[in-house]
Nanobody, 118 residues
C-alpha cells in the first residue's frame, strides 16, 4: 500500500517562495507518476503539476514559470518549489500517485496548507 506524506506548507507573504515535499513509501517509487494538486473551499481539486518516472513534467497554466516539480528517486520524495506566491495560490496542497497515465490518481496524501498574506 502506497503512503504519501506532505510537508512544508505554511504562511508566507505575497511574492515569497515555499517548497513542499512529499515522501512516498510502500511501493517502488521510481515507477509512479507523481503529482501535486490543490484545493480551496468550494472548488474542485485542481492539478498543479505532475512528473513522470522519467521526470517529464507538466504544469497548470496558472503556475507555469513560477512552480517547479521535481523528484528524487533516491529519497522517494517529490518536491514543489513555489515562487512569486500570490493570494490565488493559497490552498491545501495534496500529493498524489498513480502507476499508469491512463488511470486516475490512486493514492493521496493528507494535504498541507499554504496560506499567502498580502
Amino acid at each position: 500500500q502506497v503512503e504519501l506524506s506532505e510537508a512544508g506548507g505554511g504562511l508566507v507573504q505575497a511574492g515569497a517562495s515555499l517548497r513542499l515535499s512529499c515522501a512516498f513509501s510502500g511501493r517502488t517509487f521510481s515507477t509512479y507518476i507523481m503529482a501535486w494538486f490543490r484545493q480551496t473551499p468550494g472548488k474542485q481539486r485542481e492539478l498543479v503539476a505532475a512528473i513522470s518516472p522519467g521526470s517529464s513534467t507538466n504544469y497548470a497554466d496558472s503556475v507555469k514559470g513560477r512552480f517547479t516539480i521535481s523528484r528524487d528517486n533516491a529519497k522517494n520524495t517529490i518536491y514543489l518549489q513555489m515562487t512569486s506566491l500570490n493570494a490565488e495560490d493559497a490552498a491545501v496542497y495534496y500529493c498524489a500517485a498513480k502507476r499508469s497515465p491512463t488511470e486516475a490518481y490512486d493514492y493521496w496524501g493528507q494535504g498541507t496548507q499554504v496560506t499567502v498574506s498580502s
